[in-house]
């Protein structure tokens, strides 16, 4: 190679190259800073124990009665719901993943493509595909099955929009279980297996328990991601306004994203219930930024036990 | 052994899924793409004369008034057969209408420009709820990449600088607070961040250059930057990061600055990362929908502004597929954008996740 390190450029360059790399950094630092503090000066004011905890019986776009409990409700029953589907394809996956695939074989590395196709799918598309998929076509099949008179199954529901939401944050899931299975040290599988117990035995007794904290990262973070994301429920599940909290599987639910969207393009009077909607987007960042606070936490320490391990 | 079987079997749903989400957003859409689907305003050569209203079965009058299931529902007797009047009357102009006849959903009205009679030269236009169905995607098309190019142009910049920054110039402490909060960037949701650019950033921007628009093309395609810094950043990090220490070490040896080791040694090793870095957030900024349904003033007319409202094809599909009767020309036309929407990301997610693993073989010496 025959690069020459030029010294005298050096000088001028260097600094004009890091100040120019460094201002980026500064940038990005700068935006998150305005952007936070911007929305917790607009919002701060309207957070109270009766705007968190109220809003059942009032009217949504009244400053002084209006709360988010409805919408809280609806966007923790579908993120709890989605956790049952994700979490167990997800952890199977990354299982099958890291203990039984062939690293380099051509399923294994499909397998990982459509992971990683999946994460970058637009989120509108997700909406049409619980549109075209869960409710036209499985909604559809089992009203006609049930022969029900008018549709049950085949309209928005809360099932539906967990549902895609499970899709959507599969990707999610895998990736960061994935992570903590490579985390749990060779030497711990060699000893059980070397002990006698099978493959299966194995990966139940030993691997799964150790990998505990990095399926709850992963749970953590796909709830993170799912609380905040509206295109795909706008049209799968999230109502506008409901006098009741969903009761079942095949209720529609009022959501805390989605009552954001709301207020900002269709509020009946943008300047009067402004307001209410910075407080609802400083409850939103709240529950997604704790939820993400606790992930990295957790990730941290299963940084810290890879190095260790390897 | 069947538990062995079934875990491989779930393992499969990744790519099921992939599948699904093509074949079922591609089957709602497949009535237009193979031509079997009409959305001429005069169609039924027939109009059903508002005396035979009975004959009908409550379903078949349904669907002949294109009304949805609840829409039919809440309408009384007198409603219906006005709406059956209106079709009869439709039907006698329409016959002398030019544009009437026209099926919009025929490819080249969906691409090329028309000339219909109320305009005095070919255009593009997307108006799906007027009497005669404008389908033209041109104008969709266009507004998705005007702000995907305003986006690119802001966060790719700064988020490549601060990438090179970060992995190759800052000391640990620095970076252990940066990384963290590029994390928190990426968990702020999409309709937060256009909340915020449609009220704060849209004021803010109009009092500082006097736009005529508040919303427009410009404030989207920066609010959809923003929303792109975390992605395009972590993959450009993630690939500088991979390229092995010892070529860093082997410049300064040689007698190298930290920057020159960097700008000369490690950024072209990672350049196929850096743009796959640049195309992922391509894909990204392409799908986003909430920030530019937000923040982009939605007005679906063809223009090369920056400065004038516009409407990208996943705002489109957000803002009207809840208004649509589902089967309808209306609704089959949106799953066709969410289809296009799919291929599109579909190619950039492929050839972004093939670089990037040529680029880590090549790095680690397995190729």
Redesign the interface.
């Given at each position: 190679m025959t690069r020459r390190f030029a010294k005298t450029r050096t000088d001028v360059a260097a600094l004009f190259f890091t100040g120019l790399t460094g201002f980026s950094t500064l940038l990005i630092l700068a935006l998150l800073a305005v952007i936070l503090t911007y929305l917790a000066w607009l919002g701060g004011g309207q957070i109270s124990w009766r705007f968190i905890f109220g809003g059942t019986d009032a009217d949504m776009f009244d400053t002084e009665k209006a709360g988010v409990f409805p919408m809280l409700i609806g966007t923790a029953a579908r993120v709890f719901l989605m956790t049952l589907f994700v979490i167990p394809v997800g952890v199977i996956t990354a299982l099958y993943l890291t203990e039984y695939a062939n690293p380099t074989s051509l399923l294994t590395r499909v397998i990982r493509s459509a992971v990683n196709n999946l994460a970058g799918v637009p989120s509108i598309v997700f909406g049409l595909f619980g549109v075209g998929f869960f409710i036209s076509f499985i909604g559809g099949s089992l009203d006609s099955l049930t022969a029900s008179p008018e549709p049950r199954w085949g309209k928005p529901a809360l099932l539906w929009a967990s549902l895609t939401l499970a899709v959507m944050t599969l990707p999610v899931v895998i990736v960061a279980t994935e992570e903590a299975l490579k985390s749990i040290a060779p030497g711990l599988r060699e000893a059980s297996l070397a002990l006698g117990a099978t493959r299966l035995e194995t990966v139940l007794r030993i691997v799964l328990p150790n990998a505990l904290p990095g399926i709850l990262t992963g749970g953590i973070l796909a709830v993170s991601r799912a609380a905040g994301e509206v295109a795909p429920i706008l049209f799968t599940g999230a109502a506008y306004y409901l006098k009741d909290t969903p009761h079942s599987l095949t209720d529609q639910f009022m959501d805390l994203a989605y009552h954001v969207y709301v207020l900002s393009t269709q509020s009946p009077n943008v300047e009067q219930t402004r307001p209410i909607l910075f407080g609802t987007v400083v409850v939103l960042l709240c529950l997604t930024f704790l939820l993400n606070l606790v992930a990295v936490l957790i990730r941290a320490r299963i940084r810290r036990r890879l190095r260790s391990a390897h | 052994m069947i538990?062995?079987k079934l875990?491989?079997a779930?393992?499969?749903?990744?790519?099921a899924?992939?599948f699904?989400?093509f074949l079922?957003?591609g089957?709602?859409a497949l009535p237009i793409f193979a031509g079997n689907i009409s959305s001429a305003a005069n169609q039924e050569s027939q109009p059903i004369p508002v005396a035979e209203m009975d004959r009908l079965s409550p379903e078949q009058l349904r669907s002949y008034l294109n009304l949805t299931?609840t829409e039919f529902k809440e309408m009384d007797r007198e409603t219906l057969q006005a709406l059956m009047e209106v079709r009869v009357d439709a039907a006698k102009e329409d016959s002398t209408d030019r544009d009437a006849l026209v099926n919009t959903v025929a490819w080249r009205y969906l691409i090329r420009p028309y000339q219909w009679t109320d305009y005095d030269k070919p255009v593009y236009v997307w108006q799906p709820v007027s009497k005669i169905h404008k389908y033209n995607i041109i104008p969709l098309v266009v507004g998705s990449l005007k702000t995907t190019l305003v986006a690119l142009l802001f966060a790719v910049?700064?988020?490549?600088?601060?990438a090179?920054?970060?992995s190759q110039?800052?000391r640990p402490t620095v970076k252990e607070w940066?990384k963290?909060?590029?994390?928190?960037?990426s968990?702020?949701?999409?309709?937060?961040?256009?909340?915020?650019a449609?009220?704060?950033l849209a004021s803010a921007l109009q009092s500082l250059f006097g736009l005529q628009y508040r919303l427009n093309a410009g404030l989207a395609g920066l609010a959809l930057g923003?929303s792109s810094?975390p992605i395009i950043?972590s993959i450009a990090e993630d690939a500088l990061t991979s390229v092995p220490r010892s070529f860093t070490q082997g410049?300064l040896a040689?007698?190298?600055?930290?920057?020159?080791a960097?700008?000369?040694?490690v950024v072209p090793a990672a350049i196929p990362g850096l743009f796959a870095a640049v195309v992922?957030g391509f894909?990204?900024c392409?799908?986003?929908?909430?920030v530019v349904?937000?923040a982009s003033g939605n007005a679906a007319a063809l223009s090369a502004s920056l400065l004038e409202p516009t409407r990208t094809i996943?705002a489109t599909?957000?803002a009207e597929?809840?208004e649509t009767v589902?089967g309808g020309h209306h609704y089959r036309m949106?799953?066709v954008l969410?289809t296009l929407?799919?291929v599109v990301?579909?190619l950039?997610?492929?050839v972004?996740?093939v670089v990037m693993h040529r680029l880590k073989n090549r790095l680690e010496g397995r190729s």
């Amino acid at each position: 190679m025959t690069r020459r390190f030029a010294k005298t450029r050096t000088d001028v360059a260097a600094l004009f190259f890091t100040g120019l790399t460094g201002f980026s950094t500064l940038l990005i630092l700068a935006l998150l800073a305005v952007i936070l503090t911007y929305l917790a000066w607009l919002g701060g004011g309207q957070i109270s124990w009766r705007f968190i905890f109220g809003g059942t019986d009032a009217d949504m776009f009244d400053t002084e009665k209006a709360g988010v409990f409805p919408m809280l409700i609806g966007t923790a029953a579908r993120v709890f719901l989605m956790t049952l589907f994700v979490i167990p394809v997800g952890v199977i996956t990354a299982l099958y993943l890291t203990e039984y695939a062939n690293p380099t074989s051509l399923l294994t590395r499909v397998i990982r493509s459509a992971v990683n196709n999946l994460a970058g799918v637009p989120s509108i598309v997700f909406g049409l595909f619980g549109v075209g998929f869960f409710i036209s076509f499985i909604g559809g099949s089992l009203d006609s099955l049930t022969a029900s008179p008018e549709p049950r199954w085949g309209k928005p529901a809360l099932l539906w929009a967990s549902l895609t939401l499970a899709v959507m944050t599969l990707p999610v899931v895998i990736v960061a279980t994935e992570e903590a299975l490579k985390s749990i040290a060779p030497g711990l599988r060699e000893a059980s297996l070397a002990l006698g117990a099978t493959r299966l035995e194995t990966v139940l007794r030993i691997v799964l328990p150790n990998a505990l904290p990095g399926i709850l990262t992963g749970g953590i973070l796909a709830v993170s991601r799912a609380a905040g994301e509206v295109a795909p429920i706008l049209f799968t599940g999230a109502a506008y306004y409901l006098k009741d909290t969903p009761h079942s599987l095949t209720d529609q639910f009022m959501d805390l994203a989605y009552h954001v969207y709301v207020l900002s393009t269709q509020s009946p009077n943008v300047e009067q219930t402004r307001p209410i909607l910075f407080g609802t987007v400083v409850v939103l960042l709240c529950l997604t930024f704790l939820l993400n606070l606790v992930a990295v936490l957790i990730r941290a320490r299963i940084r810290r036990r890879l190095r260790s391990a390897h | 052994m069947i538990a062995e079987k079934l875990i491989f079997a779930i393992s499969l749903t990744a790519i099921a899924m992939v599948f699904l989400i093509f074949l079922f957003v591609g089957r709602e859409a497949l009535p237009i793409f193979a031509g079997n689907i009409s959305s001429a305003a005069n169609q039924e050569s027939q109009p059903i004369p508002v005396a035979e209203m009975d004959r009908l079965s409550p379903e078949q009058l349904r669907s002949y008034l294109n009304l949805t299931q609840t829409e039919f529902k809440e309408m009384d007797r007198e409603t219906l057969q006005a709406l059956m009047e209106v079709r009869v009357d439709a039907a006698k102009e329409d016959s002398t209408d030019r544009d009437a006849l026209v099926n919009t959903v025929a490819w080249r009205y969906l691409i090329r420009p028309y000339q219909w009679t109320d305009y005095d030269k070919p255009v593009y236009v997307w108006q799906p709820v007027s009497k005669i169905h404008k389908y033209n995607i041109i104008p969709l098309v266009v507004g998705s990449l005007k702000t995907t190019l305003v986006a690119l142009l802001f966060a790719v910049p700064v988020s490549l600088g601060a990438a090179i920054y970060v992995s190759q110039l800052a000391r640990p402490t620095v970076k252990e607070w940066i990384k963290p909060a590029v994390e928190m960037l990426s968990a702020v949701p999409s309709v937060v961040l256009g909340a915020f650019a449609a009220i704060v950033l849209a004021s803010a921007l109009q009092s500082l250059f006097g736009l005529q628009y508040r919303l427009n093309a410009g404030l989207a395609g920066l609010a959809l930057g923003i929303s792109s810094i975390p992605i395009i950043f972590s993959i450009a990090e993630d690939a500088l990061t991979s390229v092995p220490r010892s070529f860093t070490q082997g410049a300064l040896a040689l007698g190298a600055s930290r920057w020159s080791a960097a700008w000369q040694i490690v950024v072209p090793a990672a350049i196929p990362g850096l743009f796959a870095a640049v195309v992922l957030g391509f894909g990204r900024c392409i799908g986003e929908t909430m920030v530019v349904l937000i923040a982009s003033g939605n007005a679906a007319a063809l223009s090369a502004s920056l400065l004038e409202p516009t409407r990208t094809i996943t705002a489109t599909i957000a803002a009207e597929l809840g208004e649509t009767v589902v089967g309808g020309h209306h609704y089959r036309m949106l799953f066709v954008l969410g289809t296009l929407l799919f291929v599109v990301t579909f190619l950039t997610n492929v050839v972004g996740d093939v670089v990037m693993h040529r680029l880590k073989n090549r790095l680690e010496g397995r190729s």
